[in-house]
């Protein structure tokens, strides 16, 4: 019997347009079954989903970055791991000078910020309904480095992502994750940073078993989640190196692929 799911958010439980269904909404809510969001992205950026479910487990923000709950649309902060504040400023000022028209933006407990609103960050606002605040690099390196938790990157080509990924890579340092969240994203976090670290952190607080597991994603950055349950599900959308880690395949995200995974297969299971 399942006894807890885990959804990430950008292609799985949110359609094209960052929004979660009526449909996948009463589903949810219909299994009466715990659940908790694994996300990339920042609690200002999951309050709706959290608020159309009602949930009040805890939840898991920036790749694992982050656990907290949300109490009165307050975030209580159960676990967090910050960027160090120079290993922060080392790697903005190499992305800029190397990278000069990947979209860089930042984000804190409560805040997104960038310097510049240009294509990546239109559309990136687009999909979280947020508009990020304006505010100069400087500024953000002085001010805010200490409290960022993730370093958020927007490439115009996948091939640039690519390549940004490598030259990051090369600069080896030890302190941080950098992931994929799709072809032209590349997220930086703590190394302390994984959504598995926040599932195991619900696990131990729970006293789990991992057949007692589910878990739904789209993203190579969902593989580590995966690893934890004993019935990873992975969308129609997502790229065959992620289903070929999947116990089971749903539909898209834009074809209720929630509702049915869990009609279809969580339901069915003893």
Same mark, same amino acid.
């Given at each position: 019997?399942?006894?807890?799911?885990?959804?990430?958010?950008?292609?799985?439980?949110?359609?094209?347009?960052?929004?979660?269904? /009526?449909?996948?909404?009463?589903?949810? $809510?219909?299994?009466? #079954?715990?659940? !908790?969001?694994?996300?990339?992205? @920042?609690?200002? =950026?999951?309050?709706?989903?959290?608020?159309?479910?009602?949930?009040?487990?805890?939840?898991?923000?920036?790749?694992?970055?982050?656990?907290?709950?949300?109490?009165?649309?307050?975030?209580?902060?159960?676990?967090?791991?910050?960027?160090?504040a120079d290993v922060a400023r080392i790697l903005i000022q190499a992305i800029k000078s190397e990278f000069p028209k990947v979209s860089v933006s930042y984000y804190d407990l409560t805040h997104w910020y960038t310097d510049e609103i240009n294509h990546g960050i239109e559309v990136e606002a687009d999909i979280v309904h947020l508009q990020p605040d304006l505010i100069s690099v400087?500024?953000?390196?002085? /001010?805010?480095?200490?409290?960022?938790? $993730?370093?958020?990157? #927007?490439?115009? !080509?996948?091939?640039?992502?690519? @390549?940004?990924? =490598?030259?990051?890579?090369?600069?080896?340092?030890?302190?941080?994750?950098?992931?994929?969240?799709?072809?032209?994203?590349?997220?930086?976090?703590?190394?302390?940073?994984?959504?598995?670290?926040?599932?195991?952190?619900?696990?131990?607080?729970?006293?789990?078993?991992?057949?007692?597991?589910?878990?739904?994603?789209?993203?190579?950055?969902?593989?580590?989640?995966?690893?934890?349950?004993?019935?990873?599900?992975?969308?129609?959308?997502?790229?065959?190196?992620?289903?070929?880690?999947?116990?089971?395949?749903?539909?898209?995200?834009?074809?209720?692929?929630?509702?049915?995974?869990?009609?279809?297969?969580?339901?069915?299971?003893?």
């Open positions: 019997m399942i006894k807890y799911i885990f959804f990430d958010m950008d292609g799985t439980i949110l359609d094209d347009d960052g929004y979660i269904t /009526d449909e996948s909404v009463k589903t949810i $809510k219909e299994t009466e #079954i715990p659940v !908790t969001l694994v996300s990339a992205r @920042a609690p200002i =950026e999951m309050s709706e989903v959290i608020n159309r479910l009602e949930l009040t487990e805890p939840q898991i923000a920036f790749n694992g970055g982050l656990i907290f709950q949300e109490i009165n649309q307050q975030q209580k902060i159960l676990e967090e791991h910050p960027l160090k400087e500024e953000v390196l002085s /001010d805010k480095t200490e409290e960022l938790l $993730k370093i958020m990157l #927007i490439g115009e !080509t996948e091939s640039e992502i690519l @390549a940004l990924k =490598e030259f990051l890579e090369n600069l080896q340092i030890s302190d941080i994750n950098i992931q994929r969240s799709n072809p032209l994203y590349l997220e930086i976090t703590s190394k302390q940073a994984k959504k598995s670290h926040g599932i195991d952190y619900i696990i131990e607080k729970e006293n789990l078993k991992k057949n007692e597991l589910a878990a739904f994603g789209d993203g190579h950055n969902d593989l580590p989640m995966f690893e934890r349950v004993a019935y990873p599900i992975a969308m129609d959308n997502a790229p065959d190196e992620v289903k070929q880690h999947a116990k089971f395949i749903t539909k898209s995200n834009i074809q209720e692929g929630i509702s049915y995974g869990i009609k279809e297969y969580l339901n069915k299971i003893d």
